[in-house]
């Protein structure tokens, strides 16, 4: 491997285990840290909801940095610093701020910092659909997912530790440390010229009139939804239920990414042995199987098992849509689709962590978990508009 081959790697994969970095706290300690600061559950949903709604933006800040070579300096590589550059900087006001006597102020600062990350994530995608070969992309892949997942397994174990055994300020600032890496990567990487094919063709917009791609874009919304919004209280349920401490939480957090891991790989593997209507059938039932484990936990060793299968369906259910969503994109605004595509899941995950937070003040944890496990069969009658005859219409338009 070249040493410019090895720099790019490094970075995409760098920059993607900086998100995984926030993901596993929003994911671990998100909802026990404002549950301590006197926060309830709905406030907490409400929270989840508004800090995703920049990845719902996520597809403007893409055209953006599509049409604008931002102070001549490229298209790409300015708009990652800057969103790096206000993670950061999120990062290090949060501990002045206490969200128990000013709760929309760090609501704001959250989706500030989910800000500036969509920023730099879609812009990472983006130079990496600019830069990448076809026969790199799935090398560049795994960096940059494998990526991700380590920083999720690392930091969960990391920032429960430091919550129990030093403070929050130092998760805070830790997490802070953690965004800096990428910006050497960057500053070794030049971002070439886009060539003139690259540019839009408003046309193939026309693609999002097609039932088939309106009926993917509902399965993922329910997926996502499902997913986002059992996630959000696992943790929160395990305190209640066993009083975990937040090391034990960080712990739960580090096995449950395992499990993402796993169900990435078992996903794909569903894709390519039973084809895609079959995986996503198959999804569905992991997912149905491990929520409603979650409802009926009765013992500690039980939850370590169960949390894993959890995890399990989280990858299953991303990768299958995800490849789902890849072979349904139209080529000649493949980058843009894909980023609407993955706006509606996150306009899902939105949704389903407002109605968990919800449901749990309302109903409590095990009957919010048995919701979330039969919202499942709503995805049901829209398989034969993705999968029937009008796919192959689609496929020959």
């Known amino acids: 491997m070249s040493q410019n081959k090895f720099l790019r790697y490094a970075m995409f994969g760098l920059l993607y285990f900086t998100q995984g970095t926030i993901l596993s706290y929003f994911t671990a300690l998100n909802a026990l840290y404002l549950l301590g600061k006197g926060v309830d559950m709905t406030r907490i949903g409400i929270l989840g909801t508004i800090a995703l709604m920049p990845f719902v933006l996520k597809v403007f800040l893409g055209m953006l940095s599509d049409k604008v070579n931002l102070f001549g300096l490229g298209h790409r590589k300015p708009y990652i610093v800057i969103g790096l550059v206000i993670q950061t900087v999120c990062l290090i006001l949060v501990p002045l701020i206490d969200p128990g006597r000013t709760f929309w102020l760090y609501v704001v600062l959250a989706f500030v910092l989910q800000l500036g990350m969509a920023l730099y994530d879609t812009c990472t995608d983006g130079l990496a659909l600019d830069t990448t070969p076809v026969s790199e992309k799935g090398t560049i892949q ?5 990526g991700r997942a380590v920083g999720v397994i690392v930091t969960a174990s990391l920032v429960g530790l430091l919550a129990e055994q030093v403070s929050w300020t130092a998760v805070f600032l830790v997490l802070a440390l953690l965004t800096l ?19 839009f063709d408003w046309s193939a917009f026309s693609a999002f009139k097609k ?10 919304f329910v997926f996502f939804l499902i997913i986002a919004g059992t996630n959000q209280i696992v943790n929160p349920y395990l305190q209640d239920i066993f009083n975990i401490s937040l090391s034990t939480a960080g712990f739960f957090t580090t096995l449950w990414g395992v499990g993402v891991v796993i169900g990435s790989i078992t996903g794909g593997g569903l894709i390519n042995k039973i084809g895609n209507r079959n995986a996503v059938l198959a999804s569905m039932a992991v997912a149905i199987v491990s929520i409603l484990s979650l409802a009926f936990i009765s013992s500690l060793p039980l939850a370590w098992i169960f949390v894993a299968l959890f995890g399990v369906c989280y990858g299953v259910y991303q990768t299958v ?54 919202v499942n069969v709503i995805a049901l009658p829209f398989l ?6 009008r796919k192959l219409q689609l496929q020959a338009s």
């Open 181 to 199: 890496p990428p910006f050497f990567f960057l500053s070794q990487i030049k971002e070439a010229k886009r060539p003139l094919e690259r540019s």
């Open 142 to 146: 795994g960096f940059m997912v494998g």
């Open 321 to 374: 849509y995800f490849a789902l969503a890849m072979e349904y994109t139209d080529p000649r605004i493949a980058a843009t689709m894909f980023s609407i595509m993955m706006a509606v899941t996150n306009v899902g995950q939105g949704v389903g962590m407002g109605m968990t937070g919800a449901f749990v003040d309302m109903m409590g944890f095990r009957t919010t978990f048995m919701i979330m496990a039969a």
């Open 211 to 220: 039932l088939p791609v309106i009926a993917l874009a509902v399965i993922g």
């Open 384 to 389: 034969p508009l993705v999968f029937g005859r």
